[in-house]
C-alpha cells in the first residue's frame, strides 16, 4: 500500500508537470535588449501573436538614444548625440512554442534617426587692408542621420521561470545610411558600430522578457 500510494503521487506530480506545460501560453511578451547601451540606446521589444496563430508573431521595437558626452564604442568622437529609431519583424517558430523553448526565424526591418553635434573646423572671409582672405575657425556643428535596416535571424526563446523568457538570435543585417538631404553618408563611417554605418553586418543580442499571457 505504501509503495502504490508512493506511485500514485509519482505519476500525479508527472501529469501535473506536464498539464503546466501545455498552459504556458505565449501570447504578449516585453522584453529589453540589454546590449544596446553599448551604444547609449535603450530598446524595448513587444511581440504579439497574429490572429492566435501560436506560430506566427509580430515584433515591435522601439528605440532611444541619448549621449550628452560622446563616449561610446563608435570610432568617432563627437560632443552628444540624440536617436529615435522603430524596428518592425515578423517572427514565425518552427513548431508552437508551447514548451520550454522554441526554435524561430525573423526578418524585417526599420528606420533610425540621429542628430550628432561635434566641433569642425569652419572656413569663413575677411577683409584686411582692401584684400579679402579666407581663415578657419572651430565650430560646433550639427550632423543629421537618416538610416534603413534589414534584418534577417534565427534565434531560441527558452522559458526560465515562469513568467520570464529569454531570447538568443543571430543573423544578418544590412544598414544604408543617408545625410539630411538624402546623401549617402560618409562622414561616421568607419565601423559597426558608427551611427551613419552603410553595409552589411552581424546582428546578434540576447533579449530578457515578460510573457502577459492570460
Same mark, same amino acid.
Given at each position: 500500500?505504501?509503495? *502504490?500510494?508512493?506511485?500514485?503521487?509519482?505519476?500525479?506530480?508527472?501529469?501535473?508537470?506536464?498539464?503546466?506545460?501545455?498552459?504556458?501560453?505565449?501570447?504578449?511578451?516585453?522584453?529589453?535588449?540589454?546590449?544596446?547601451?553599448?551604444?547609449?540606446?535603450?530598446?524595448?521589444?513587444?511581440?504579439?501573436?497574429?490572429?492566435?496563430?501560436?506560430?506566427?508573431?509580430?515584433?515591435?521595437?522601439?528605440?532611444?538614444?541619448?549621449? *550628452?558626452?560622446?563616449?561610446?564604442?563608435?570610432?568617432?568622437?563627437?560632443?552628444?548625440? *540624440?536617436?529615435?529609431?522603430?524596428?518592425?519583424?515578423?517572427?514565425?517558430?518552427?513548431?508552437?512554442?508551447?514548451?520550454?523553448?522554441?526554435?524561430?526565424?525573423?526578418?524585417?526591418?526599420?528606420?533610425?534617426?540621429?542628430?550628432?553635434?561635434?566641433?569642425?573646423?569652419?572656413?569663413?572671409?575677411?577683409?584686411?587692408?582692401?584684400?579679402?582672405?579666407?581663415?578657419?575657425?572651430?565650430?560646433?556643428?550639427? *550632423?543629421?542621420?537618416?538610416?534603413?535596416?534589414?534584418?534577417?535571424?534565427?534565434?531560441?526563446?527558452?522559458?526560465?521561470?515562469?513568467?520570464?523568457?529569454?531570447?538568443?538570435?543571430?543573423?544578418?543585417?544590412?544598414?544604408?545610411?543617408?545625410?539630411?538631404?538624402?546623401?549617402?553618408?560618409?562622414?561616421?563611417?568607419?565601423?559597426?558600430?558608427?551611427?551613419?554605418?552603410?553595409?552589411?553586418?552581424?546582428?546578434?543580442?540576447?533579449?530578457?522578457?515578460?510573457?502577459?499571457?492570460?
Amino acid at each position: 500500500m505504501k509503495y *502504490t500510494l508512493l506511485l500514485i503521487a509519482f505519476l500525479s506530480s508527472i501529469l501535473v508537470s506536464a498539464q503546466e506545460e501545455l498552459d504556458f501560453k505565449r501570447e504578449k511578451i516585453l522584453s529589453i535588449v540589454p546590449q544596446y547601451v553599448f551604444q547609449n540606446g535603450f530598446r524595448i521589444d513587444y511581440e504579439f501573436t497574429l490572429k492566435n496563430n501560436w506560430k506566427s508573431w509580430l515584433q515591435l521595437s522601439p528605440e532611444l538614444f541619448i549621449n *550628452t558626452d560622446g563616449n561610446d564604442i563608435s570610432s568617432y568622437n563627437y560632443n552628444s548625440m *540624440t536617436g529615435v529609431g522603430l524596428e518592425v519583424h515578423h517572427k514565425y517558430f518552427m513548431k508552437e512554442p508551447n514548451e520550454r523553448s522554441g526554435f524561430y526565424f525573423a526578418y524585417g526591418g526599420g528606420f533610425q534617426s540621429f542628430g550628432i553635434k561635434k566641433d569642425q573646423n569652419i572656413d569663413y572671409t575677411y577683409s584686411e587692408d582692401g584684400a579679402e582672405y579666407i581663415s578657419y575657425r572651430q565650430e560646433e556643428v550639427k *550632423t543629421a542621420i537618416n538610416r534603413v535596416l534589414f534584418n534577417f535571424m534565427v534565434g531560441k526563446q527558452v522559458v526560465r521561470y515562469k513568467p520570464f523568457i529569454v531570447d538568443y538570435y543571430l543573423g544578418i543585417g544590412f544598414r544604408y545610411s543617408m545625410d539630411k538631404n538624402w546623401e549617402l553618408m560618409e562622414t561616421f563611417n568607419q565601423t559597426w558600430f558608427d551611427y551613419g554605418y552603410s553595409g552589411s553586418l552581424l546582428v546578434a543580442g540576447v533579449k530578457f522578457g515578460f510573457n502577459f499571457a492570460k
